[in-house]
């Protein structure tokens, strides 16, 4: 859904959304790269397994909830991407 | 008049009330105060529980037990007239027991209230070893104190707050009504009978009245001749975000909801009318929790907050008719889920009759009366 | 980071918890980052750079990537930072938590492809990333405008913008058009944006109502003009904007006392002329205090700091007047467009009356059909509306309902929101684990601090 205006400058790194490997800014939040993914969402709400994806990017929705590094519910705007950082996508009731 | 019955509160007790009377074909009127205002409804664990009840008071007991075994017909029955599901389950309940010394006591506690209800038929509950604790609970990693627990076989939990929505709609869907916002401030005995009831700049009028407010209904009782003695007992809860099922029996301070959601209770702390939430409770309710279910450690809280028990010098419920007012009753107990079935079944009769029966006499807080020594 | 620098002046010793990973807030997301987007940003955005540098010189202890999820009296501060619980005390607690969007739900809002004017603005600051495809932008204010002109000037496009401004609105903001010419600028500024903006893309006024279609993602929009037909269009790419509220939770769970803003449809703290609230010692700084801007912002922060200094013996009463002067006088000259633009900008009643199937619990999947289905037992207040349908119980804990409940419960019960009030808030601010709850209050960090707390960018308290 979004681009990149430019390439990264400060060399890229590279993250993995559930096994997909793709790049990323130091410095940019998860969810920014999650919108530019193939399959723009980050999880299926634990009530009705609808598809949920970034909607607020500030904090305040929840909607970007996904697993990052082993750590469930994570809000993912407010993360900054970590060179081989791993993502799943969060689906539905939290696992433990 | 305008009522048979007015009811004063709508929280899980009072509502349970009107409900009844409401079924019974009485004109009930139930009034609740204001949004802010303390309801120990909104803050209930949701445990419809019957075993480790009743120490020293086997009328307790048998009074719990009646209503446990009442309850899923209550809920059905509910659930019928208001099309809202209660999500009773009721494949029994688990008290956990950390290290060997607790397992002793808890089963030694159990066995003396036993006794005391010289009921001849078996036990409603069984002392488990951790092993056989386990085998109920395979989708959790259980601490390793537990040492076993005691496994209460009519015991369950429903939702408590669907469970008050259902209530205040069945009301309102048995021909009662329901009026929020209406704090009472007095009751007062008319002359030629019935109470006179008073709110903000209104006054109603009906033959009987219940006071089920709650802690709120020391000043209002006393109004009519009932001196009753209850205190407020914070208790604080935690909740945590949605989890897949790993719970399927609620243990007495964790249950997980229909939602997912678990719930972790509760702190029992004497700080008057005060509500706030704190955080030395959430590390310890926090830690306590971890003891029994380690797995839950990164888990997600969502959700804190206190509630008031309405707590009696011993705990047990107060169910009284005034003798200088007669038609005035008073109900309050801690236990307003368990007792649902009761308030709305039993207790509802004896309102609707006009006079509570020879078993709940016991519970007129006569019974704490010190005895002028000679 | 104005008080901050402005407390450090005078020598107090300053915590500053932030949410983000970067000082700058959302106005000045990720502005130490780069300045490659400065050109498409504009001018206000550069500004806080120079903000940023005299926040990181000034001696103020600063813990980024920490939210804050309670908060005590007297002040007690607890938050977790990379897994760990952190408590910090502090005898003044200043909130600069900001604002949020104010929440409009509409039918498939919660849709995938559908996010608020802020979001794809903060795409744009931190992440360098636009729409790759023309976007439909839907709603009203200033913040859509400049966010339109931005993506323009990065090489965007835009397929439509559709304005949900009333028509009538122009009528009635007329009369404070005196007091906004004071100071023109930003009313020159919006001018040429609007201007830019009507030149280059599609726009259709007095847009009145708005529907994202799509099963796991937005694929079409449907919108209203006017009294015209129903139209529907292929949409990937929904932003939408209804105006921006002050965040309230904070204030809210110290038991602050709030009021109704009429001007600004919204609940705003009250505040003396330092900032300081109901609760003494606590400060408001900020769009938290009332929505205004990043210049605004600044002079608040900066009258807070004075104040926080002269309360704990660092200046005296004159010297802080005089001191707070050339703030007041700034902040006076930001303040005079806002009767203007709160006017002009007042949104239409639809986004306070969503049909029965609108999601308006975002978190709890709550319909605007239960919400009135629950509120018509009884005469309920919103937190026993909350207890009857969970909306406010999921994670984010009524900041996209909150308003909604007590909107639908205002227009249902005949009552000012002020009258029906807000959900009772509560801790956790945001999540915690319970690990982190069992093992991190013991041994937290004790940090007696004397000084102000400060707190940038969205979430608590400093």
Known sequence: MFRKLHESDRGPVTIEIDGEIVPAEPGESVAAVIMRASAPWARLTPNTGSKRAPYCMMGVCFDCLAEVDGQSSVQTCLVSVRPGMRISRQAGKRRI | MNADVIVIGAGTVGAAIGYGLAGRGERVLVLDGGDRDVRAANANFGLVWLHGKGMDMPAYYFLTRNSVDAWQGFAEEL?????????????????????????????SSLLRLHNQLEDSSDPDWEMLDDGAVRALLPGIELGREVSGASLGRRDGHANPLRLLASLQAGIVRKGGSLRGGSTVHSVEAQAGGGFTVGFGSEKLSAARVVIAAGIGSTALARQVGLDVPIRPQRGQILVTEKVMPVLPLPTLDVRQTREGSIMIGATHEEVGLDCSTTSEAAAVLSASALRQFPGLRDVSLVRQWAGLRILTPDGFPIYAESETHPGAFVALCHSGVTLAAFHAGILADCIAGGQLSEELHVFHHRRFDVPKAA | MAAAVEARRHNLDVMVIDEQATPGGQIWRSVEMTRRRDEVLGPTYSEGRNAAELFRACGANYRPNAQIWQLEPGFRA?????????????????????????????????????????????????????????????????????????????????????????????????????????????????????????????????????????????????????????????????????????????????????????????????????????????????????????????????????????????????????????????????????????????????????????????????????????????????????????????????????????????????????????????????????????????????????????????????
Request: proline share 7%.
């Open chain 3, 78 to 462: 607890l938050f977790t930072s990379e897994g760990q619980v952190g408590m910090v005390e502090a005898s003044k607690l200043l909130l600069a938590t900001g604002a949020q969007e104010r929440p409009a739900p509409f039918p498939g809002w919660t849709l995938p492809g559908v996010l608020t004017v802020g979001a794809a603005q903060i795409l744009l600051k931190n992440a360098g990333e636009i729409p790759a495809d023309p976007v439909w932008i839907a709603g009203s204010g200033p913040l859509p405008l400049l966010y339109a002109v931005q993506l323009l000037r990065a090489g965007g496009q835009i397929a439509g913008y559709l304005d949900t401004t009333p028509k009538a609105r122009w009528r009635e903001a007329l009369v404070h058009l005196p007091a906004a010419l004071k100071a023109p600028g930003d009313l020159l500024k919006g001018l040429g944006w609007t201007s830019m903006l009507r030149r280059r893309v599609r726009v259709i006024r007095d847009v009145c109502s708005i529907e994202a279609v799509g099963e796991h993602r937005i694929t079409k929009l449907r919108y209203r003009s006017g009294s015209g037909p129903e139209v529907a269009v292929p949409a990937g790419l929904l932003l939408v904007h209804e105006g921006v509220v002050p965040s309230i939770h904070p204030a809210l769970s110290m038991d602050c006392t709030l009021k109704w803003s009429a001007a600004q449809d919204c609940f705003v703290p009250v505040l003396d002329a330092w900032g300081e609230s109901s609760v003494d010692g606590l400060f408001i700084a900020g769009d938290g205090a009332g929505i205004a801007g990043a210049r605004a912002a600044q002079c608040r922060g900066t009258l807070a700091g004075i104040r926080a200094a002269s309360k704990l013996g660092r200046l005296d009463s004159t010297s802080a007047e005089r001191v707070a002067v050339p703030s007041r006088r700034r902040l006076a000259r930001e303040l005079a467009i806002r009767p203007f633009l709160d006017a002009l900008f007042r949104p239409r009643a639809e986004v306070y009356a969503p049909a029965d199937r609108t999601v308006i619990c975002r978190c709890e999947e709550v319909t605007a059909g239960a919400i009135r289905a629950a509120a018509s037992v009884g005469r309920p207040g919103p937190n026993q509306v909350k207890a009857a349908t969970r909306a406010g119980m999921g994670p984010c804990q009524g900041r996209q309902c909150g308003y909604t409940v007590t909107r639908i419960l205002a227009a249902m019960q005949d009552r000012s929101p002020e009258d029906v009030g807000f959900f009772h808030i509560r801790p956790p601010l945001k999540p915690v684990t319970l690990g982190e709850l069992a093992t991190g209050i013991g041994c937290a960090t004790d940090d007696r601090q004397e000084g102000e707390f400060r707190s940038n960018d969205s979430h608590v308290i400093e």
């Open chain 2, 79 to 107: 659930a019928e007239t208001t099309a809202i599901d209660l999500q009773y389950e009721h494949d029994g309940g688990l008290v956990l027991c950390l290290g060997e010394a607790d397992f002793e006591e808890r089963r």
